[in-house]
């Protein structure tokens, strides 16, 4: 399987050389999407005064079913920042992004002089819930075209497939990915939308799913352990909702968390959180 | 989507059906929510972080609560009452209900720590705080120390509960925790179901279709709400009001006489309060009722329906023949209570864009008992309390509690429909509508006044401005001043009129005016005929007004800038006896045309001068020209007791004595030049000439203001704007009037700063000059600048569309009495009879065609022209406040907001802006002024330009915008639509973006978009998005990529796209 990861540039250090090369690299992991309420590290880099260049991930088009192991498609990321060489000084993630952000400080640890800084934004592993929750969102863009029996069908396996004995998060985005390409692909043909547009949307949404299960195939709580997490007041994220639902035990988390009043949404436009970050890494 | 402006379109109940899904069909872990349950969620997912929702049921403690019996009292209800364990989750294909299992439903009772704030502001945050339909409980409970005992609290979703359910709650916790605490032992643990209500009847969708035909919702706006607002928030407060012994007694007297129901009583008076505030005539109100069945009626639960009571006041009948229709009404909708509100909004046809309620803004709750009854328990004193969640659905929301001793209004409202102190006084003005209602139920409606007292003494007090003028015409005044000066011992002719070197005294003035006289008695100019003066301001000029008056005539002041064509037509219609012409101007056509005296060639009159005045005060002084709305100039004539209140009172007001120099500046056809004019003469100050060029250009007018040591100086906002930058530094210490047109905030700031004692005055015309003046602050100058107080022997009422006077803070037509009206229009009875009138107790006054509003205190604040409030798609639209939201852009010095098209079709928005620095700035308008306005509101098109077309008198010419703009839509649309396929790259590049946004609105259906708009900022999504290309694609043959949608989610971003992609094509480059 080819995994084509890219990365795009939010902002280039004021030392960037010609050749690309820039003293301090900043990656950012996180999914979005244009249109997202949510804010982005698009929004937090604007707001950030640290010079270095800021990369965001664009995670490869796979789908959930197709096989790939959690580790390789983490790799497939680092492929494009071992090419560009300079040393990565840093790795931010927000809500499931976290959990790749560990991942990718533990890959760099092992080859750098010193292991990347960690700040997690509302870290969360993934769950069955994020799933059927993003699952939703995903789905009701289609409501318009879709018919009460398309509707019926897949909510019918939204429900059955969570309750199936021994069900993972990756086989159940899996069948939910496979579930939406059928009814999908129906509910296109009788819209009279082309298919052509239609496999680039199930591309998007393999790729959104992928990225969401593929996370629980890795284990960030020790490098959480030795993090700093900056946390928003929503009730059911990041830490707030793991320490509610207990899903990855009591005890410590992180090494160190910082509050913030802004809620989930916007904690990345937060001027608060900007200059929190711009201390964090003058250190 | 941001979810502000998804609000925009969706109101609180407004939720188009096909987003709820079919009706509730049973499912293995739960129901399918109902519709009015769906409706409540929904409306928080379009205004997130609301409480609105969020009901409480609260009580006090003299003393401590036992916690562990609280928390038993706690559980065992939630234990009993499915209802209260009832939750909702929002999955894949809808909102679910289903009951969590006792042992599901931990309710905590969380301790609060008010600190600084107080318990009752704790206890506010803590019920505004919002659920969520994510399965969790929609019930809270807390305990708050205060004073000397604690608040426990209950906040719960308006979902799983409702008003009379707090009642039954609160009772039913009372008792258990009594129970408990005294150790007893409650009842069995029998469980109540959650009540679902039944199937409406048939009958009832049909009696409300009926009732309903016809009704559009934008009938109800209060003529004191603000404009609409850009972000919905649903922020609320609320107003406590007991009743007056007197308004309660009336209440009680005429339920018994008007055989009412209390409730009925109330709410008519409600409705005839609203309706006398702009509301209607075709009135709604929203009443909630419970929809329990009588076997349910002891159900907690979510069991109210807001009816719609349609009631339309008829202004010509009188309030017994309204309560007995309102109580009609009344019985018949709760006859066909069992209609969900929500389901009934699909009924009522949509106006344009509102996201707003379309069957009624306000609403009438009455509930015959006190809500905050004293107990015991456990032995302490308790009480129950009111804590409110600071949301308001509604714009305002009346409800009342009756008790044997008194009737208390619980006003809550929406914060951004109405102002604090606008329910104030709506409150006052119930409390005594009531009691003129029980004295006069059998008078129309029509003649009820729906004032409160403080109305009356705001408003007479800035009314009360009679005083003495003395002497009642100018000519006299200035001749007191010859014979002072004739007088003085020195002998030495007073200096009145300084024009460059020239120093022209009074003496030498009069004898200029006397030689005039003179001549027009030898051209035949008998007593009321009108003579033209047209000439360059000066000393000349000056003195034949003064010889007009002194033949008997009467004066026509005409610029000689103005066309030919203009001048002919004023003389003409004017019917001129004779035209005096200055020195190298040309008259054309046959009339009598005589040269100005010199004041150089007379010799100063010596002794006593005007032994008899030939004019009284009611003789004409002046005959003037304004622009008519049907393009033809029309005559103004005003006496001679007009100017003289006019002249004395700015003599008065701004202390204007010998040791002055009042500043000749505005063009002499405008009429507030005669006050520059005769404001010196009078007063014993100099007059200083300012040469033409000092309007627009602010070095002359410095270097005049300098050279004179000019201490009193007006103009227009226009030339104010012009001119602050350079003259600035001249100004402190001056007097300075602006007037003629709305002035700016920034310009009045601006204006202040430069250490000069500002006045804003306001005037047509017809009332002579200036009817309102007003001091500005130099640090007050924020918002909207007012136009101050009426003017001596002035009294100005703001009117309703029947002519009745509206109190403080309610928008209407400002209509003027006083000394000021004029004698009418020369030669246009009809026109004179329109805009004239009689208005008893005011007298004979003058309608300006300005909406304006009196202010708290007692000031006025012009709105804009009646004829600038247009109504585009449904929504009332103030020109006016688009300008002044473009105008606090800082690249913006002027703007001019025009409808172009035909109001009822598919006119839209055309906003002119000067912005000198940056025109460029256009491009990001939209967005700044979508910041601050509905869409609605917002223009769909900016124009820079270098300036606007002015009209004779300086001001902004509308008409001629407004001709412009219709011009340049029609003129793109006869563009040749270019096939943008075959004009492929090099075609014209604002005609594929003009294709692009006009799918943009096609697909996100809605206009207001331009070339910047972000599909993905105004509701589109990826599915909209391949539509989107799809329609491209048919339009270009360019098939784009979805992710050029997402890298490139603007017309102009996209429309780059596809030019890459035909550029390709063409040089035969493969695409990509």
Known sequence: MNLNTTWTTLRSSSKATVSGGSDELILCADFHTTGRPEAGFAELVARLDHDATFWHVNPPVVAPDSGTAAPAYVRSWLEPVRAQGAPVRAVFGYCVGAVYAAALADELALVQEEAPQVLLFDPEPTAMATIRHQFGNVFGMLSSILVEEDVAETEGEVERLIRVEGMTVGNYAAQLYTTFRRVGERAFERAGLDQEYGAEMWALFSSFLSYLSFADGLDPRDRWLTSTALSSSGEYNGLNRLRGTGELGGGELVAREIRFEAGHGDLLRSDGVAQTVGKLLER | MTTDRMSEQVSQFDIPRQQVGPDPVPRADGERASHKEEALWLLEEFVPGTGVNNLSVAFRVEGRLRRSVLLETVTRLLRRHEVLRTVFRTKAAGLMREVLRP?????????????????????????????????????????????SGEVFCLAVHHSVFDGLSSALLLTECVSLYNTLASGGVPGPETVVPAWREPTPNPASARFWRGKLDGFRATELDLWCQKPDASVTTLAGDVLNHALSPAARDAVRRMRRELRAPESVVLLAAYSVLLAAHGAGPDLTVGSPVSVRSAEAARTIGYHINVLTLRTPVDRAECFREFVRSTRRTFMEAMAHADYPVDDLLEVVERDGGSWRNNLFRHTFNYVPAATDGEFVLDGQRAEAVVVENSSSKFDLEFFVTSTATDIKVRAAFYVDVLDRADVELLVARYDELLVTLAQWPDRALAEIPVWCERDRRVIGSANATDRPVEPTTVLESIARRVRASGAAESGADAEAVLDGGRRVGIRRLWAAAEATRDRLFEAGVGRGDVVALLAARGPELAAATIGVWLAGAVYLPLEPSHPEQRISYQLDDSGAAAVVVGPGITVAGERRVLPLVDVDSVRPVTGDVLAVNPVGPLDHAYLIYTSGSTGLPKGTLLDHRNLANLVAHFADELSVGPEDTVLWLTTFSFDISALELFLPLVSGGRLAVAPDDARTQGEPLARVLRDHDVSVLQATPTTWRLVVEEVAEHLAGRRVLSGGEPLPAVLARRLGATGCDLYNVYGPTETTIWSTSGRIDRESADGRVDVGRPIANTRVYVADPDGRALPLGVRGELCIAGEGVAVGYHDRPELTAARFGEHPPYGRFYRTGDLAR??????????????????????????????????????????????????????????????????EVVSELWEYAHGSLPVSATPQEFVAVDAFPMTGNDKVDYPALARQASARRRSAAEEPRADASAAGGSGDRDELVEVLVGLWGTLLERGGLHADANFFAHGGHSLLGVRLLQEVRVATRVRLKLKDLFDAPTPAGLAAKVRTALDAVDSGVPES
Request: net charge negative; hydrophobic share 45%; aromatic share 4%.
């Open chain 2, 854 to 919: 009196w202010t708290g205190d007692g000031r006025l604040e012009i709105l804009g022209r009646l004829d600038r409030q247009v109504k585009l798609r449904g929504n009332r639209i103030e020109l006016g406040e688009i300008e002044a939201v473009l105008l606090s852009h800082p690249d913006v010095v002027a703007a001019a907001v025009v409808v172009a098209g035909d109001p009822s079709a598919d006119a839209l928005l055309c906003a002119f802006v000067v912005a000198p620095e940056r025109p």
């Open chain 2, 103 to 147: 042992e599901e439903s931990d309710l905590r009772i969380v301790a609060g720590d008010p600190g600084p704030e107080g318990a009752r502001a704790w206890l506010t945050r803590f019920v505004a705080e919002p659920f969520r339909p994510d399965g969790g409980l929609l019930v809270r409970a807390a305990v708050v120390p205060e004073a």
